[in-house]
C-alpha cells in the first residue's frame, strides 16, 4: 500500500541552523510528492512539490527538498531556521502519478526553533 | 482571491449530540474536500466532491457521516450521533480542473471537541 513516513515527530533546531525534515515514501508508479506546513489554527499551505520534473525543487520561505529515487526520500532543508519557521510540517504523496489529486499525508513533524 | 472559507471554528459538544460544518470553497473549484485530522496525524480524506458529484467516500463513516454539496459550491458535513472519537480538526480544500494534477487549497479548519 502506498504511505508516507515522516521520521521525528517533534524536531528543535537553534535559529540560523540547518533544518532537515525527512520523508521516505512508498508507492508503486512514480509519485507526486509535496510539503505543506501547518501554522497553529490554520490551514494547511503548500511550500513545495515534486510531479517529476527537476529533482531538486524550491519553495517558498527559503524551502527545499530533492527527490531521491533510489532512496524513496523527500527530505525538507533550508539552510538557515529562523522563528517564523516554527510550524508542523506534513508530506504527502500522490501515488498515482497525478492521475487522480489524491493526497495521503504523514504524520507531521512539529518544528521549533530555538532562540 | 478569496480563500476556502469554514464556519464554525471551534465547536464543543456531548457525545450522542449531532453537529455540522460548512464549507465555501474558493470560487469556480469543482472539487472539493473534507478531511478529518486527528491531533498527532496527518489528515484524511474523508470525502471528495466533484461538482455535486462523490468521487471518493471510501473513508467515511456512512453510518454517522454524511456530506452534501447540492449545488456544485458549498458543502456541508454532518456527524449524528457524535462519539468521543470523532474530536479533531475538519479541514476542507478545494482544486480546480484545469491540469493533470490540481493543487488542492485548504480552509482554517472547524476543531471539534466532543465531550
Known amino acids: 500500500a502506498q504511505s508516507v513516513t515522516q521520521l521525528g515527530s517533534h524536531v528543535s533546531v537553534s535559529e540560523g541552523a540547518l533544518v532537515l525534515l525527512r520523508c521516505n515514501y512508498s508507492s508503486s508508479v512514480p509519485p507526486y510528492l509535496f510539503w505543506y506546513v501547518q501554522y497553529p489554527n490554520q490551514g494547511l499551505q503548500l511550500l513545495l512539490k515534486?510531479?517529476?520534473?527537476?529533482?531538486l525543487v524550491k519553495g517558498i520561505n527559503g524551502f527545499e527538498a530533492e527527490f531521491k529515487k533510489s532512496e524513496t526520500s523527500f527530505h525538507l532543508t533550508k539552510p538557515s531556521a529562523h522563528m517564523s519557521d516554527a510550524a508542523e510540517y506534513f508530506c504527502?504523496?500522490?501515488?498515482?502519478?497525478?492521475?487522480?489529486?489524491?493526497?495521503?499525508f504523514g504524520t507531521g513533524t512539529l518544528l521549533a526553533v530555538q532562540p | 482571491e478569496a480563500g476556502v472559507a469554514q464556519s464554525p471554528r471551534y465547536k464543543i459538544i456531548e457525545k450522542r449530540q449531532s453537529v455540522a460544518f460548512w464549507c465555501n470553497p474558493i470560487?469556480?473549484?469543482?472539487?472539493l474536500y473534507w478531511y478529518q485530522q486527528i491531533l498527532g496525524q496527518g489528515p484524511k480524506l474523508l470525502i471528495q466532491?466533484?461538482?455535486?458529484?462523490?468521487?471518493?467516500d471510501s473513508q467515511l463513516p456512512k453510518d454517522r457521516f454524511s456530506a452534501e454539496r447540492l449545488k456544485g459550491v458549498d458543502s456541508t458535513l454532518k456527524i449524528q450521533p457524535a462519539k468521543l472519537e470523532d474530536s479533531a480538526v475538519y479541514l476542507c480544500?478545494?482544486?480546480?480542473?484545469?491540469?493533470?494534477?490540481?493543487?488542492?487549497?485548504f480552509g482554517p479548519g472547524t476543531r471539534l471537541t466532543v465531550l
Open positions: 504527502a504523496v500522490n501515488p498515482y502519478g497525478g492521475a487522480t489529486n489524491k493526497l495521503i
Open positions: 466532491f466533484q461538482n455535486n458529484g462523490v468521487v471518493d
Open positions: 470560487s469556480g473549484h469543482a472539487t
Open positions: 480544500a478545494s482544486s480546480d480542473n484545469r491540469g493533470s494534477y490540481n493543487e488542492q487549497f
Open positions: 515534486y510531479t517529476s520534473a527537476a529533482t
